[in-house]
Antibody, heavy 121, light 111 residues
Framework: EVQLVESGGGLVQPGGSLRLSCAAS????????MHWVRQAPGKGLVWVSR????????KYADSVKGRFTISRDNARNTVYMQMDSLGAEDTAVYYC??????????????WGHGTLVTVSS | QSVLTQPPSVSGAPGQRVTISCTGS?????????VNWYQQLPGTAPKLLMY???NRPSGVPDRFSGSKSGTSASLAITGLQAEDEADYYC???????????FGGGTKLTVL
């Protein structure tokens, strides 16, 4: 069974940093692109970043470029999001999602439960 | 403002049929990129509901169907049930942005 479990969220002051983790199980982690998607309170889903299975390709939304860094450790089956220079606009639930393969390419076929990041003084 | 445009809300009575539209442009839906749909029940994570425009993942009832034409796509739900009350998001890929896009989401209310 595919499982994605996020952790690392919490309350952080403006300008601060936080590192999110997403532990994966139930599939060959290194074979899949992994994504982060966020959802501000009462708002819609926004794609944030993605990383290729071997870590060789990364992409970010313009809103986080230069502040967020996605990475992965395939030995630990974990994907990370280092978030720096956080602002109130980054307050959201952050979801880890797997990009499917084959017919499910360019879909987010499995999602974690999310971790809440609150940026406030 | 999302690049993929959805109506903020739709509603229907139990047993009725509702449709949710998703309008894009020539750099995403119109460029041939597939449209996927996600269902987010209250307080839960999104779940893949439809992929490749009109394909249902295992376990999704055939009351749900998807279609695509030109720069738009639609999700139809027939035989509406109370458990269908949720937020629905379309998603595609945009070649000019080289980014994944979500629509703004549509809240379905079952009357």
């Amino acid at each position: 069974e595919v499982q994605l479990v996020e952790s690392g969220g919490g309350l952080v002051q403006p300008g601060g940093s936080l590192r999110l983790s997403c532990a994966a199980s139930g599939f060959t982690f290194s074979s899949y692109w992994m994504h982060w998607v966020r959802q501000a309170p009462g708002k819609g889903l926004v794609w944030v970043s993605r990383i290729k299975g071997d870590g060789s390709s990364l992409k970010y939304a313009d809103s986080v470029k230069g502040r967020f860094t996605i990475s992965r450790d395939n030995a630990r089956n974990t994907v990370y999001m280092q978030m720096d220079s956080l602002g109130a606009e980054d307050t959201a639930v952050y979801y880890c999602a797997r990009e499917g393969s084959g017919s499910f390419t360019k879909t987010h076929d499995f999602w974690g439960h999310g971790t809440l990041v609150t940026v406030s003084s | 403002q999302s690049v993929l445009t959805q109506p903020p809300s739709v509603s229907g009575a139990p047993g009725q049929r509702v449709t949710i539209s998703c309008t894009g442009s020539s750099s995403n839906i119109g460029a041939g990129f597939a449209v996927n749909w996600y269902q987010q029940l209250p307080g839960t994570a999104p779940k893949l509901l439809m992929y490749g425009n009109s394909n249902r993942p295992s376990g999704v009832p055939d009351r749900f169907s998807g279609s695509k034409s030109g720069t738009s796509a639609s999700l139809a739900i027939t035989g509406l049930q109370a458990e269908d009350e949720a937020d629905y998001y379309c998603q595609s890929f945009d070649s000019s942005l080289s980014d994944y896009l979500f629509g703004g989401g549509t809240k379905l209310t079952v009357l």
